[in-house]
């Protein structure tokens, strides 16, 4: 009993790294700029002011992710995958690993970070939580060609929410050693994303 409650967590884990980035639909962003372009300056004008929690949510938002990604590799002790599936879950979760260290070590510097409290509307925590639901049951219920379908779904989303949530706080943070640390791991991201999409393309016939 203890195993099934502990495999329940861990699916529930990689479902929630895909609702992190549920609400992102490449349709909606045609034509779209990115709205961060430059720091974010508070009413004195040099940076985020205390009381100032926008970069507090979305770094909040940001490490949350990135701790379910250090978890998604554990699911191979469960479910079986292919050899280059296996490697690059495996990859995912040492990026976000090294991500979540590196990052944890400047958030005390100035504009000082704290994380804790995404800011998230009520209805929209609920929603992705019923979509981690439904999207664990599917995990839990499927096998062979149709799981490894499944977690490569899930992360092609998630790596492309910390990529893209990476670059927007890159933008906003005027701390540079910060702003550096993101850029690089938006970058990580987007590559393992790539990788993710080609394993996801379909064959011409």
Known sequence: MGGRLRHSRLLRTVALALASGAMLHPW?????????QAPLRGPDGAGADVGDQRLDHG???LMEVLGDETRVSEILGMKSASAGIEELLRAISAAAA???????????????????????????????????NQETVGL?????????????LTQEKA??????????LA??????????????LSQRFLQLNAELRDRLAVEPD
């Open 171 to 184: 933008s906003a943070d005027p701390n540079l050693a910060r702003r550096d640390r993101l850029s690089k």
């Open 98 to 132: 090294t991500a979540h260290e590196d990052l944890e070590t400047l958030l005390t510097e100035t504009p000082p970070i704290s994380v804790g409290s995404s800011g998230l509307p009520l209805l929209e925590i609920d929603a992705r939580n019923r979509i981690a």
């Open 28 to 36: 909606m962003s045609v034509g779209c700029s990115p709205t961060l």
């Open 159 to 168: 790596t492309g929410y910390v990529a893209a949530l990476s670059e927007g």
């Open 140 to 152: 839990l219920l499927s096998s062979g060609t149709t799981f490894e379908l499944r977690i490569l």
């Open 59 to 61: 770094y909040s938002l």
